[in-house]
């Protein structure tokens, strides 16, 4: 396996409290394969990639627990020079908001000019042609022109294009991307996501799609681990889950996709808010807001159970959920 995560524990110490962000997560994506994790926000997904990537805040932020073993070494236990190496050829990351994470007074084909030179000792020249032949590669319309020009002067599905050059430029291994089509319209969306399975599938990466949105990742993820209060609640091949979901949080998450077949009405929204990290509920964490809720889901936490070989769900009363009750 190309990246297994186990049984990761994250917290961030505050003045208010300790918030157990990731709770024991556990995953894995292979070479060629895309592993989309799913959740709403503040469900422990980005931090896990932060933990990742080595880009975590620490302080505040602390790993308590777990190993992350890419390519079989657990990073948690290299020096952060190493860390630093991995990070530039192994692993890359694709931000959600590209005019933030691209510098503003360079100009793009500097920048990424300077991934060559700096980790490939490569002279100006070539970088500067490389950078060119990359910005063809994402589809950038006119690069030899536009390699001068700055971040704004590119629309949002542009800049978005140019930070997956970025994350490409050294062919690493894993690449994640967090939520990299939330800021765009939907049509936008759908071109970068297709642009990015693309590219997936040529350089045979491993991809870890972050996202809160079940409606994207549908084409293109091969897995999905699904993440509440820091903890996966389902896990499974991408068909399965949208076929049958054996957790009823993965229910709600169905429902709520938008669907062009369902005209008027309202849209489904699960009920309630997710938990305060520093106060999760006991038992299962998601039955204050779960139709399905009995007395043992106040009281006993759910083990990931297993629903075959290649699924696992967190819930007391997965096989009902499977089969379609729903309180
Ligand atoms: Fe709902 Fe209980 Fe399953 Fe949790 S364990 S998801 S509360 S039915």
Redesign the pocket.
Same mark, same amino acid.
């Given at each position: 396996m190309l990246l297994e995560v186990r049984d990761l524990h994250v917290e961030f110490r505050t003045r208010d409290g300790v918030a157990k962000a990731v709770n024991g997560v556990s995953y894995g994506v292979d070479a060629g394969e895309t592993l989309a994790v799913l959740g709403e926000s503040g469900s422990g997904k980005s931090v896990t990639a932060q933990a990742i990537m080595g880009i975590l805040d620490m302080p505040p932020g602390r790993i308590t627990g777990g190993e992350i073993l890419f390519q079989g070494r657990d990073l948690l236990k290299l020096k952060e020079e190493e860390r630093r190496k991995i990070r530039g050829a192994g692993m890359a990351m694709i931000f959600q908001d590209a005019l933030s994470a691209l510098n503003p007074v360079l100009t793009v084909g500097d920048q990424l000019a300077e991934m060559f030179t700096v980790h490939r000792g490569m002279s100006r020249k070539d970088a500067r042609a490389e950078a060119v032949e990359l910005m063809d590669r994402v589809r950038i319309p006119a690069a030899k022109e536009r390699v001068r020009q700055y971040p704004h002067q590119f629309s949002g599905g542009m800049r978005q294009r140019i930070m997956i050059a970025m994350a490409l430029a050294l062919e690493p291994a894993l690449v994640i991307a967090d939520e990299p089509t939330t800021a765009l319209d939907v049509t936008v969306q759908a071109q970068v996501m297709e642009l990015l399975a693309e590219l997936q599938r040529e350089y045979r990466m491993g991809l870890i799609l972050i996202t809160h949105d079940l409606g994207v990742v549908a084409d293109v993820a091969d897995r999905i681990a699904v993440m509440y209060a820091g903890r996966i609640?389902e896990s499974a091949p991408v068909h399965d889950i949208y076929k049958a979901p054996a957790? *009823?949080?993965t229910s709600g998450l169905l429902a709520s996709i938008p669907r062009l077949d369902h005209k008027g009405g309202e849209l489904y929204a699960i009920k309630g808010l997710p938990p305060n990290l520093m106060h999760i509920p006991p038992?299962?964490?998601?039955?204050p807001r779960?139709?399905?809720?009995?007395d043992?889901?106040?009281t006993?936490v *759910?083990p990931l159970y297993e629903v075959s070989p290649t699924r696992g769900?967190?819930?007391?009363?997965?096989r009902?959920?499977l089969d379609g009750v729903d309180?």
């Open positions: 609640v957790h *009823p949080y038992g299962c964490a998601f039955h779960c139709p399905m809720a009995r043992v889901c106040r006993d *759910p769900s967190a819930c007391h009363y997965w009902e959920c309180g």
